[in-house]
């Protein structure tokens, strides 16, 4: 896709949505870190299910890592995956507590060093919790990057550095939101509905629904 309709792109995405923001509900940065790592594989809606009575009982990292493995799995038993992800969350809990004084850093490194927290994770908390133009590639972006034609890639971070080379600087704080709601809600996986799309016109995937 040509720069001149990526930027039309993202100028009527950001017509639609002026400030996008995480459909994950939190309340401090420790929150909305334990909140992305509960969402790997997950709805957001599950795990917002789940978070809040997790949050309102242990939303500090010293009441969570005082949980311990044990007493958070009935908090998030309906999450895919929540043995593993329990023992992450606590992990890095408790590794919050002793390397950062349970403050979230501002630092990839420092972050991707957590456990359960991955490059898009890290992503995340920099874009939201410290305003960083980063781009968190999920299933969604990375569908929606190829089929458009705005940053195709065989991988997630092919996808998320030709996004970072192609988005227009004044878009790139909102970006990966605008994208991930876009591919959740209308350039969905098994049938796009590419009639209400607003980007229809410029989209350059040869298979589009017509209803």
Known sequence: MSPRKIRAVFERLAQANPVPATELEYGTPFQLLVAVILS???????VNLASRALFRDAGTPRRMARLGEAGLIPYIGRIGLYKAKARNVIAMTQLLLERHGGEVPNDRAALEALPGVGRKTAN?????VFGAPTIAVDTHVFRLANRSGIAPGKDVREVEERLLEAVPAEFLQHAHHWLILHGRYV?????????????????????????
């Open 124 to 128: 995340v908390v920099l874009n939201v």
């Open 40 to 46: 790997a594989q997950a709805t957001d809606k599950s």
């Open 187 to 211: 350039c969905k996986a098994r049938k796009p509905d590419c009639p209400r799309c607003p980007i229809n016109d410029l989209c350059e995937w040869p298979e589009k629904t017509a209803g």
